[in-house]
């Protein structure tokens, strides 16, 4: 807003070579808007640009609680059952603590 209201000063000349820039960065983005990239055929093919596919295992905790396990990686049954103990002992500390 300073440069604008700097513009409005008397004796304020701007530069033709600047104006002359802006004008036609103006029409070059005016056409780019106007004349859109063609898609291709085989977009997505091989570009690395794909999505990945999800993995998804659901598994019991003790108490009847569910945990879902999501990764782009293979969910092997030996992960998935370290993560059970894992969140299971979490939740075993918790109650202790609310116990205590």
């Known amino acids: ?5 700097g513009a409005l000063r008397p004796g304020n000349r ?5 104006v002359r820039a802006t004008r036609e ?4 983005e005016f056409a780019r808007v106007q004349n859109p990239q063609e898609t291709r055929e085989d977009a997505g093919s091989g570009d690395g640009l794909d999505e990945p596919e999800l993995h998804r295992e659901e598994i019991e905790l003790p108490d ?8 782009i ?3 092997t ?4 059952e370290k993560t059970r103990a894992r ?3 979490i939740l075993n ?3 202790r603590d609310r116990q205590s």
Request: no cysteine; hydrophobic share 45%.
């Open 25 to 28: 960065a103006m029409l070059r």
């Open 64 to 71: 009847g609680g569910q945990l879902i396990l999501t990764d």
């Open 14 to 18: 701007r530069s033709p070579s600047r």
């Open 77 to 80: 049954p030996e992960r998935a």
């Open 87 to 89: 969140i299971a002992s």
């Open 1 to 5: 807003m300073l440069a604008a209201a």
């Open 93 to 95: 500390s918790k109650e």
């Open 73 to 75: 990686e293979d969910i």
